[in-house]
């Protein structure tokens, strides 16, 4: 570990922190549907959608109706997407004639889209053409973040309200988050992708010549456009193979801080959104105070692990830190922060090959996914999953000291901590589950390319980034099969919108409560206490799905590795 090493790791998080207000108050004016700057140029677009649409934005929709609305828009773009990609070979804009995907590769990439999962299991430049890049793949990138979102706001109004039937309306929230924050952030992220040297074009490749005088055909697209929305949305779907490690897509090491500090940014406003939404900026604070604690704890082991290195090659003689599967523009500190970055928000982008690190060092990963991505989380997903494990903790604090449970000025009763469970149940049920079944199953264990603790750990990292909708993978899983197109895409929906529900559901309650005023009565939930109670229910129930498999994986592969055994 380095001086330099630790000063990223301090200045990402001082960003962090810099740039939750001024976010967080940006995504309040649309919480509230209020004027922003940009209503004067983008305002007739929004009134046109509408009109055209025949959506009344003031229309206030009920829990039930919220989240009708929302998954018939999610089943019909999956179906969508399932029909470009499986006729992309007839369509244009495929300059090299890229086949269309097989019946389960486009199913899987469909939902693995629409969720915000981006898990890939094909070669992005190799299978998939710029059409299809654009129109089936970067407009999911917008509306997957902008519904995690739009689900957030209602959680908030849920809190927010009093005595109220509605939570809100689907598609003005979803407009609105669309228009207002990713296109035209991701306007200016794009440009500056392109001067800082990301390729922006309709070719799919060049011929260049090399050195020695032989040819080499690199392959191009619309990169920038794609790699911004990507980041700033939580989506990580690479345009290339190599994702974030790829020249085009990271080209230097300012554009990966920019592109770490894109993935949390909205998280991280979100926090403030929901203190000003609840009338008390202190809660937005605390939450924030409590998803970085987690944070820094992952990003320290996994940089203390992947600086140590490797026991078997300094069995052999060979010291220094892990730099197998990494770039060494970005070396170990920046290596390890982005590895902790992503899988706690539910990006999945990656600039080295988790498979490749240290054993207790792509443990880090594997944790935060299993945690459910609440350490800051994907774009809205993050804070509705956050809230759930407030609820629970604000009524086991209440069990524990004869306090009435409440949070924010809203009774927690029987109703909110069941549905609560249900949404939070549904991480080791799938998790463990699916991977349980892939692990005795002839097709499932054809997958892993290793064998032992680090084979099982490849399947265990699979089904949990697919149910966490995070998208990353250890990659020496071979997952382009049926049997795991088709086990991960239900994973990966399940993870999505079995969550959501209760959540909606969770929403509508509490909007139709009314507001209780903090007594001596009440539990204090913006203090130091609280923060470190939030710490410990989330560690606790987060370990439901991760420690009936840490033995069986990341452990037994780093007792093997300072055995001096390779798997």
């Not at 799905?545 to 055994?565: K, Y």
Request: include cysteine.
């Amino acid at each position: 570990m380095t001086s330099q090493g630790w000063a990223l790791i301090a200045l990402f998080i001082a960003l962090l922190g810099a740039l939750a207000k001024p976010i967080g108050l940006w995504l309040f004016a649309l919480y509230e549907g209020r004027r922003t700057p940009l209503h004067a140029v983008l305002g007739p677009v929004e009134r046109g959608f509408y009109k055209v649409s025949g959506i009344d934005p003031q229309a206030d929709q009920g829990w039930r109706r919220y989240a009708v609305h929302m998954l018939v828009f999610q089943l019909v773009t999956a179906l969508l997407t399932y029909a470009l990609l499986r006729a992309q070979g007839w369509l244009p804009l495929n300059q090299r004639g890229l086949p269309g995907l097989g019946a389960d590769g486009a199913m899987n990439t469909a939902i693995s889209f629409v969720t915000n999962t981006n898990w890939q299991w094909y070669v992005g430049e190799g299978s998939i053409s710029n059409l299809s890049q654009m129109l089936a793949l970067t407009i999911h990138n917008f509306l997957s973040a902008a519904t995690g979102i739009a689900v957030a706001f209602a959680l908030f109004r849920g809190f927010a309200r009093r005595q109220a039937s509605g939570v809100g309306n689907f598609w003005a929230d979803l407009t609105r988050v669309t228009l207002y924050v990713l296109l035209p952030i991701c306007v200016v992220y794009a440009l500056y992708l392109v001067l800082s040297g990301v390729p922006q074009t309709l070719a799919m490749s060049v011929d260049a010549k090399t050195l020695e005088g032989a040819k080499q055909t690199i392959s191009l697209g619309p990169v920038a456009s794609q790699e911004a929305i990507k980041m700033l949305g939580t989506n990580g779907g690479g345009f290339f193979n190599a994702n974030s490690a790829h020249p085009f897509e990271n080209p230097s090491a300012l554009t990966n801080l920019v592109e770490m500090m894109s993935i949390f940014a909205i998280g991280g406003g979100l926090t403030y959104t929901f203190g000003k939404a609840v009338g008390d900026t202190r809660q937005g604070w605390a939450i924030l105070g409590a998803m970085t604690i987690l944070f820094v704890a992952g990003v320290t082991v996994a940089y203390w692990q992947e600086a140590a290195g490797n026991p078997v090659l300094h069995h052999m003689g060979l010291a220094g830190p892990n730099m197998e599967g990494k770039e060494v523009r970005f070396g170990t500190a920046a290596s390890a922060l982005f590895a902790a970055v992503t899988t706690a928000a539910s990006c999945g982008a990656v600039n080295a090959m988790h498979d490749s690190m240290t054993a207790l060092g792509g443990l880090v990963p594997l944790f935060n996914m299993q945690l459910g991505e609440v350490v800051i989380g994907g774009v809205g997903a993050g804070m509705y999953g956050f809230l759930l494990f407030a609820i629970l903790a604000v009524f086991v604090a209440g069990l524990m000291v004869g306090r009435t449970p409440e949070y924010v000025g809203k009774k927690i009763e029987a109703r909110e901590v069941k549905l609560a469970v249900l949404a939070i149940a549904v991480l080791p049920l799938s998790i463990l589950g699916f991977t349980a079944l892939s692990a005795v199953m002839s097709d499932g264990l054809a997958g892993p390319l290793n064998k032992g603790p680090h084979g099982f750990s490849e399947i265990l990292y699979a089904f949990s980034s697919a149910t966490a909708n995070n998208g990353s993978a250890f990659a020496g899983l071979s997952a382009g099969t049926p049997w795991y197109n088709g086990l991960l895409g239900v994973a990966m929906w399940v993870g999505r919108f079995f969550m959501i529900v209760p959540v909606l559901a969770i929403a509508g309650s509490l909007a139709a409560k009314k507001h209780i005023p903090a007594s001596a009565g009440s539990f204090p939930t913006t203090g130091g206490l609280w923060v470190g109670l939030l710490v410990g229910i989330i560690l606790i129930l987060g370990g439901l799905t991760f420690l009936p498999s840490l033995a069986l994986g990341p452990i037994a592969d780093h007792l093997a590795m300072i055995h001096g055994q390779l798997f």
